[in-house]
């Protein structure tokens, strides 16, 4: 089975400016995905980025991009120029290939984006 | 733009009684999942369905949980009876076919919050 850990429960950060969220993940499977989701409060949870295993290159979604290092079994989110509509839960999450497309979710990571 | 539906979006029940949850994925996705996410905790998978067979329910509490979407569209989530740890949002998210383009990638609904007093 798969694990997804976030070590960080909460996170602020000052509007415009840069943050990482952290995320590893356990798993022998070759092929699968990593995605990060948003869920703003009260709202349903939104794909932001993912990340196809095969691919070397990290990938960018406008201000969101991933650091993807497969041999330390880490993906992490950096988010650039913050804003405030970005203050939410955002939830890591490993999608295994090999056993009909299962999503399996770390414990999220709250948020803040401060003025 | 196609959305996933969900029903009720609220509900307050009281222990022991019975409970049903109702999900309309979008059209045309063969992939259906079931999430139950305790507040202010990731969601955790109950139920998967391809069309109308289970692809995987390790983690449906059988005792007194059942899934069924038995014309491969729409799909029911029940719970008899509640019991107060059920208090938690429900999600359902749709995906195309596997091995479809867009496959990985769900679309999640708005979630049915239920309440168990």
Known sequence: AQTVTQSQPEMSVQEAETVTLSCTYDTSENNYYLFWYKQPPSRQMILVIRQEAYKQQNATENRFSVNFQKAAKSFSLKISDSQLGDTAMYFCAFMNVNAGNMLTFGGGTRLMVKP | ?117
């Open chain 2, 1 to 117: 733009e196609a959305e996933v539906a969900q029903s009720p979006r609220y509900k307050i029940t009281e222990k022991s009684q019975a409970v049903a949850f109702w999900c309309d994925p979008i059209s045309g996705h063969a992939t259906l999942y079931w999430y139950r996410q305790i507040l202010g905790q990731g969601p955790e998978l109950l139920v998967q369905f391809q069309d109308e067979s289970v692809v995987d329910d390790s983690q449906l509490p059988k005792d007194r949980f059942s899934a069924e979407r038995l014309k491969g569209v729409d799909s029911t989530l029940k719970i008899q009876p509640a019991e107060l740890g059920d208090s938690a949002m429900y999600l359902c998210a749709s995906s195309t076919r596997q091995g479809l383009v867009g496959a990985n990638v769900l679309t999640f609904g708005a979630g049915s919050r239920l309440t168990v007093l």
